[in-house]
């Protein structure tokens, strides 16, 4: 008897319900745990955040709207134009999100089968949910494996024909999880490009693209040609470009759940009638705390400075242990290579090395199928940082 459907059955555990056993077996045995595996960094909250989410929890609760608040949009729009030059205009609309996770989901089942086309394309390793995403919504997952050799960035323009004619969509993420890899001027334009020739809707997933090395704070260039902090390319062009805009690296707002939409303001308000069925508008209080997060920079400086000093402190154990070629261009995650003696078994080398007590990601887990590489996330405080490393460079130097 089928009690739910083949995609539900199919579903792969998700990668962090395997770290989560893991990390109970090791607390019942009384073992320090460092873990680098989830992208969920514990730093307090903003105060001023917090507070204006609480004085706006209402005496009388009632149903969010899905478009969200004015002032809302004036805060987000102020950010946009802030941080990118982007100016408000009619050809982009927003909406807000209960974080991105539930609006890069629910995008597929808005965008799969126009004009006929099934196919999802998306950068394998990468964020899993583009992939659920593809399969609830009736499409293709069609995972395009990304490699050192174009800096992680996917070229549509190689796929065969057939796949460039049937893409729906496209996800592009810069910086990209794991590798933190970033994407160009030119390499946005030739995305967009090829977007606009095949009649493909581009979703940029910019999750993380505040998160980047303090040293460009100091040399703002407001001219994306030159500016070397994360773009997005809605910078460039609004026709057929969605991003998807997050609170919770930003902000470290990951329990709130916020995020937003901005884009093609003709998909913007077709998708809003849309996300009114998905129970997904964003609760009064939140885009009461949203609203002070996207109207401040300082408070994002301040977790930049966090992640750019425990990079540095972790990369040079690493690099010396011959696991890490170069320092990630932006994000928090560090993508390294597996020891050699490890004969590219990933998972192997993770379990082994949560044995003492350090939590990563494998690749395995973060693709499809790519072996031999872990991901680290900058969640440990410096002092765990540099235990955990000290631990980690004896684990694998006894294991070469
Ligand atoms: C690449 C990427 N996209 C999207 C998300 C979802 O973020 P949120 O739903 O918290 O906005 C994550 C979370 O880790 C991510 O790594």
């Known amino acids: 008897m089928e009690l739910v459907n083949s995609t539900t059955s199919a579903m792969r555990p998700y990668p962090m319900e395997e770290l989560a056993k893991i990390k109970a077996n090791l607390s019942k045995a009384g073992k320090p745990i460092f873990d680098f595996g ?23 609760s009632q149903y969010p709207s899905v478009k969200g608040s004015e002032s809302l949009r004036e805060a987000q729009w102020g950010y946009l134009t802030r941080r990118f030059g982007i100016n408000k205009s009619t050809d982009i609309g927003i909406i807000p999100a209960q974080g991105t996770k539930e609006a890069i989901f629910n995008i597929g089942l808005c965008l799969i089968g126009r004009e006929g086309k099934k196919h999802l394309v998306y950068p394998d390793p990468g964020y899993p949910v583009y992939r659920a995403s593809a399969l609830y919504a009736g ?13 992680f960035r996917l070229e549509p323009w190689n796929l065969p024909t057939e796949i460039q ?9 810069h910086p990209h999880n794991p590798t933190g890899a970033t994407a160009s001027f ?19 997933d910019d999750c993380y693209v505040d998160i980047y090395d303090t040293s460009l704070d100091t040399n703002i260039i407001k001219d994306p040609r030159k500016d070397r902090r994360p773009l997005t390319p809605l910078q460039q062009s609004s026709d057929r470009v969605l991003t998807f805009m997050s609170l919770s690296k930003r902000s470290g707002l990951t329990g709130y759940r916020s995020g937003m939409i901005a884009g ?12 009114a069925n998905f129970g997904v508008g ?74 003492q007590g350090i939590i990563t990601s494998p690749s395995t887990w973060l693709s499809e199928g790519m072996k031999g590489y872990f991901r680290l996330a900058m969640v440990p405080d410096d002092q765990a940082t540099i235990e955990a490393m000290e631990i980690l460079s004896k684990f694998v130097a006894k294991h070469s």
């Open 139 to 151: 499409g293709i997952p069609y995972p395009v494996r990304v490699t050192k050799e174009t800096n």
């Open 165 to 173: 004619k049937s893409t729906a969509a496209i996800w592009i993420n």
């Open 264 to 275: 093609d303001s003709r998909i913007i308000n077709a998708i809003l009638q849309a996300r």
């Open 282 to 355: 964003s609760p009064d209080f939140i885009q009461a705390a949203a609203q002070v997060a996207w109207s401040d920079e300082t408070h994002v400086e301040e977790r930049r400075k966090i992640f750019t000093h425990r990079l540095n402190l972790a990369a040079p154990y690493l690099q010396k242990l011959g696991l890490l070629d170069a320092m990630p261009e932006a994000a928090f995650y560090l993508w390294c290579r597996i020891p050699k003696s490890f004969s590219g078994d990933d998972v192997k080398f993770i379990l082994a090395l949560a044995e």
């Open 186 to 204: 030119d390499y946005w334009q030739q995305v967009i490009d090829w977007c606009h020739k095949t009649n493909t809707i581009l979703l940029s």
């Open 38 to 60: 989830t992208g969920d960094p514990k730093i307090p909250t903003w105060a001023p955040i917090r507070d204006a989410m609480l004085n706006a929890v209402p005496q009388i």
